[in-house]
């Protein structure tokens, strides 16, 4: 036990004239008395239920909350009454500026993870997978790609997770979105384990260079850099590769996961774009300390780039280990990969930091590449 | 930064040569000869769908997790082949039995199965046309107050736990990221409700701050768990089968009824989480019985706590003017949720003969 109430009611008198005034009926109801002006809220749009924003009136409304919240150190949600200040334990919140960890729409984006729930276990047809012949090469560098998957995506729950308690309760829109994003991408570790597991093959070798990175994101020195490296960076990648999975899919039964995980990882990639566009707008001098910490972030990210998966996703890309296959193959993960850099850095401009273009090692890497498989 | 690898990838010439090789159609596949155990995991019940209990298999399974985990410390899924040099991800809770509860997968697919819709399942309209007095719609928006502080501490607790766990116990971390969604669903309607009531949001108060701050403050995980799964939850359960039982409006019904759904399995999971744990290590039961002892000498100040205990009132007689009259069925509300509580600690393995609940309800029947 490292907390203990501040009142031990086993001897204490005050609580034994409490208990005394209870069983006498003396109730105080002081507090009706000091309660809030009313407020009337009404549904914007019935279709849609009562949402986030249609309670975002006075006390209540995230606008009218200052940028750095120094009277709540509890739980208390946006818009109580709260406790006198002496009165109040402290609960330790240490995230306590909008800046640290507020999006633009993350309230939409709140409301949207609500409505788009799905379920692993019945909206994936895995009874189908009997109806299509996977050869078994590409049933394997399919089974790869989902170790790396199913690797890869819990880092989306830990990150979050490590730093939700932080949060200062006023911030509950944030915290909440961070729930969804943690079912969301448990949910993303589950199907590509089922799916690895579902079809004659299993999980296969996991990625040294991977988990350095997922170190690198999980030991983030702030909420906010950690953000920028889990959403725009690691997601934004794993985004685009979602994307391609016209080409990686070896049956419609994965095209399906693949949509599915997509509006997901769609939603995250959002969410930490508001967030580091918020910050941008709002928190300029961090700009530099954000940028250099990118700087090492794009290094660690070309550790997902291992051969393992590399040579899966040719294999995928190609369908097949023939010369020609692979020819193709590498025309496919040339693609793509040039088109995770672009969007990338096309997200990043959108989000303030047109200056990662210039600034980022990713171009280097990529036209020494270029330079290399083109040199024959 | 951080973190820094010690070897720099992006730099390192031979890895950028073997990337290159690939390209220029120099593949090994080396990683499609990998001796792995291979199963063909496919739905017990097709109605049912792929649950986590078909994947239940060799290797793969949680069966197969050792009670003290050594050999992965890294974020690579159960079962897959692990290189040499993967690093450590920095996990401290690496014994199967701090955390784990037999039904915990089993929870997962139920909490995914019985997701609803916050903005769209209660019928707000309902809340429009309240059909209730001021008074007591202030008693409600209190209790839904306190009920949005406690949700949001039964989500604070996986968070704080969950990114520190060994990723090997990956069923259950999985089923504390439901948790963590549940609450914040919890938190999210519970707000909505005290705002849309029109008379807004309660009070904080310092009471159920305390017993918050012991919840989730525990030492450890097993302690953070015994007091946030069977007693708050079970408070929590409590509260809402109230409101639903004292509100006439529709929303309020719902709103308890999915409520009641959603801490339930986190009771379950609470208790099974006990019994697991006092299986493999029966001696700690007595550091968790008196840590579940503290916690609720917490929950006695918030029960006997004016405003918590007047608002209770006002909700069961329905107005101001008769709450004095509601006195006594306030206290069998406490008794029964007491007697649960007290069945929950035995079944458990967490029994107290100095449990302060009880204490303080035989005080109130005196």
């Known amino acids: 036990m490292s907390y203990y109430g501040s009142t031990d009611y086993s001897y204490n008198s005050d609580f034994n004239l409490r208990i005394r005034d209870i069983k006498k009926g003396n109730l105080d109801f002081s507090w009706l008395d000091d309660a809030r002006d009313k407020v009337e809220i009404r549904r914007s749009d019935p279709r849609r239920g009562l949402m986030l924003a249609d309670c975002e009136v006075g006390p209540y409304a995230i606008e009218n909350t200052p940028e750095i919240v120094r009277e709540n150190r509890g739980l208390a949600p946006r818009g109580a009454i709260l406790a006198a200040g002496s009165d109040q334990p402290d609960l330790g919140p240490t995230l306590n500026r909008k800046s640290d960890v507020w999006g633009y729409r993350v309230q939409r984006y709140w409301e949207e993870a609500m409505s788009r729930q799905w379920n692993v276990t019945t909206d994936v047809p895995w009874q189908d997978l009997d109806k299509y012949q996977i050869p078994d090469e590409l049933e394997i560098a399919f089974c790869q790609l989902c170790t790396l998957l199913s690797e890869v995506e819990m880092i989306a729950t830990d990150l979050p997770a490590k730093w939700s308690h932080h949060m200062n309760s006023y911030f509950q829109d944030v915290k909440a979105f961070i729930a969804t994003q943690c079912i969301d991408e448990a949910r993303h570790a589950e199907v590509f384990r089922k799916r690895a597991l579902a079809n004659g093959v299993g999980l296969l070798r996991a990625s040294v260079r991977g988990e350095h990175a997922l170190k690198g994101i999980l030991e983030a020195d702030s909420y906010s850099e950690g953000s920028v490296f889990l959403h725009v960076l690691g997601e934004g990648f794993i985004l685009t590769l979602f994307r391609s999975s016209e080409f990686i899919s070896p049956s419609p039964v994965e095209q399906r996961m693949f949509q599915l995980v997509m509006q997901d990882e769609a939603r995250h990639v959002s969410y930490g774009l508001q967030h580091l566009k918020y910050l941008m707008d709002n928190c300029e001098e961090i700009r530099p300390q954000i940028n250099g910490f990118l700087d090492e972030a794009e290094r660690h990210l070309t550790g997902l780039f291992n051969p393992d998966q590399l040579e899966s996703m040719i294999v995928l890309g190609g369908k097949g280990t023939s010369p020609d296959c692979i020819r193709r193959g590498i025309e496919v993960v040339g693609a793509f990969q040039g088109k995770q850099i672009t969007e990338y850095f096309h997200r990043a401009e959108r989000a303030g930091l047109p200056e990662r273009r210039e600034r980022s090692p990713l171009l280097e890497l990529q036209q020494r590449m270029l330079a290399m498989v083109g040199g024959g | 930064m951080a973190y820094y690898a010690r070897d720099d990838f992006f730099n390192d010439p031979e890895i950028l040569e073997r990337s290159v090789a690939i390209l220029k159609g120099h593949t090994s596949f080396d990683w499609m000869k990998l001796e792995i155990e291979k199963v063909k995991c496919r739905p017990s019940d097709p109605r049912r769908g792929l649950t986590f209990q078909d994947t239940n298999v060799g290797s793969y399974g949680w069966d197969a997790i050792p009670e003290k985990i050594r050999h992965n410390y890294s974020m690579a899924p159960r079962g897959a082949v692990l290189p040499q040099g993967l690093p450590h991800l920095g996990y401290d809770i690496n014994r199967k039995s701090e955390v784990w509860s037999e039904n915990a997968p089993a929870l997962y697919e139920e909490s995914k199965s019985r997701h609803w819709i916050p903005s769209r399942r209660v019928p707000w309209e309902a809340v429009e046309v309240l059909g209730h007095g001021d008074d007591f719609e202030r008693g409600l928006a209190q209790l839904y107050t306190d009920l949005t502080m406690m949700a949001t501490a039964l989500g604070d607790v996986p968070s704080k736990w969950v990114w520190r766990i060994n990723q090997e116990l990956l ?97 379950a999971y609470g208790i099974g989480h006990m019994k697991n744990l006092l299986t493999v290590r029966p001696h700690e039961a007595t550091s968790l019985a008196d840590h579940l002892d503290e916690v609720e000498n917490a929950a006695v100040g918030l029960m006997a706590e004016p405003i918590f205990f007047s608002a209770l009132a006002l909700v069961t007689a329905g107005s101001r003017e008769k709450a004095e009259q509601a006195l006594p069925r306030v206290c069998d509300l406490y008794r029964q949720f007491v007697s649960e509580h007290q069945q929950r600690r035995a079944a458990a393995g967490v029994a107290s003969d100095a449990s302060p609940l009880t204490g303080f309800v035989r005080e109130l029947g005196a």
Not at chain 2, 172 to 201: E, N, P, S
Not at chain 2, 214 to 230: E, F, K, N, Q, R
Request: proline share 1%; hydrophobic share 45%; aromatic share 6%.
């Open chain 2, 171 to 267: 069923e259950l971390k999985m089923w504390q990221c439901a948790q963590m969604f549940d609450a914040a669903q919890l938190g999210d309607v519970f707000r909505k409700r005290a705002i849309a009531g029109g008379t807004g949001l309660g009070r904080d108060h310092a009471a159920l701050g305390q017993l918050l701050k012991c919840v989730l403050d525990s030492g450890t995980y097993p302690c953070a768990s015994v007091s946030a799964h069977i007693l708050l939850c079970g408070l929590m359960q409590t509260m809402l089968r109230h409101i639903g039982s004292s509100s006439a409006n529709a929303a309020d019904q719902t709103i308890a009824c999915f409520g009641v759904q959603d801490v339930s399995r986190s009771l």
